[in-house]
């Protein structure tokens, strides 16, 4: 095989991979944009806004960061409103969990006050936890997404590349043609000779 119909193969197949990099690369971007949108369009009618950092108690303030005060409608605010809530969850029954507590209120021979006052506290955390797991799933949807985004632009840019390289090699594969059939170049003005 000759260099000409080398370069024509790797060419078309660079040509062929660009296209598809490209192709894939905007589908990429445009399913990361439209989860971004999802998020943001079911946690805006929430009206959900973190509180104000003077108000926030030194574990308040390390969990949710640099998002106080701002509303919760991007993934990043969404997982600092559900850091929020796990110290408040933290501080329902020293710790335990809905699966503990409930398992708890229910043990036998428990005192029913005892038992009630621990069905309040399952209560608070399942609603509490429940909140925070779609306040979570929230912040996974949003990461994925971005993700998609970001490797959605960097393959369209590698499929630009590769196309220019596929380009380049045809024109090299074009121009070692014209040397076989004893036409060169000209410096300047683009036009080619025939060569004695």
């Given at each position: 095989?000759?260099?000409?119909?080398?370069?024509?193969?790797?060419?078309?197949?660079?040509?062929?991979?660009?296209?598809?990099?490209?192709?894939?690369?905007?589908?990429?971007?445009?399913?990361?944009?439209?989860?971004?949108?999802?998020?943001?369009?079911?946690?805006?009618?929430?009206?959900?806004?973190?509180?104000?950092?003077?108000?926030?108690?030194?574990?308040?303030?390390?969990?949710?960061?640099?998002?106080?005060?701002?509303?919760?409608?991007?993934?990043?605010?969404?997982?600092?409103?559900?850091?929020?809530?796990?110290?408040?969850l933290e501080e329902v029954n020293e710790g335990a969990t809905y699966s503990e507590t409930s398992a708890a209120a229910r043990e036998e021979g428990i005192d029913p006050e005892v038992a009630a006052e621990?069905?309040?506290?399952?209560?608070?955390?399942?609603?509490?936890?429940?909140?925070?797991?779609?306040?979570?799933?929230?912040?996974?949807?949003?990461?994925?997404?971005?993700?998609?985004?970001?490797?959605?632009?960097?393959?369209?840019?590698?499929?630009?590349?590769?196309?220019?390289?596929?380009?380049?090699?045809?024109?090299?594969?074009?121009?070692?043609?014209?040397?076989?059939?004893?036409?060169?170049?000209?410096?300047?003005?683009?036009?080619?000779?025939?060569?004695?």
């Amino acid at each position: 095989m000759n260099r000409k119909m080398w370069d024509r193969i790797v060419s078309g197949a660079g040509a062929v991979i660009a296209v598809v990099l490209i192709v894939v690369g905007a589908f990429a971007v445009y399913g990361g944009r439209f989860g971004q949108d999802n998020v943001q369009e079911r946690l805006a009618p929430q009206n959900i806004t973190l509180p104000p950092a003077e108000v926030l108690s030194p574990a308040e303030t390390e969990a949710v960061g640099a998002y106080a005060g701002q509303a919760v409608d991007t993934g990043p605010e969404a997982l600092a409103f559900a850091n929020y809530i796990g110290v408040h969850l933290e501080e329902v029954n020293e710790g335990a969990t809905y699966s503990e507590t409930s398992a708890a209120a229910r043990e036998e021979g428990i005192d029913p006050e005892v038992a009630a006052e621990l069905q309040g506290k399952a209560d608070t955390l399942f609603k509490g936890e429940a909140l925070r797991s779609i306040l979570l799933n929230a912040y996974g949807w949003w990461t994925v997404s971005t993700i998609a985004v970001y490797a959605g632009f960097a393959m369209i840019a590698a499929g630009l590349l590769l196309a220019v390289f596929a380009v380049l090699g045809f024109r090299h594969a074009r121009r070692d043609e014209a040397m076989v059939v004893g036409i060169a170049p000209v410096a300047d003005d683009g036009l080619a000779r025939e060569t004695a």
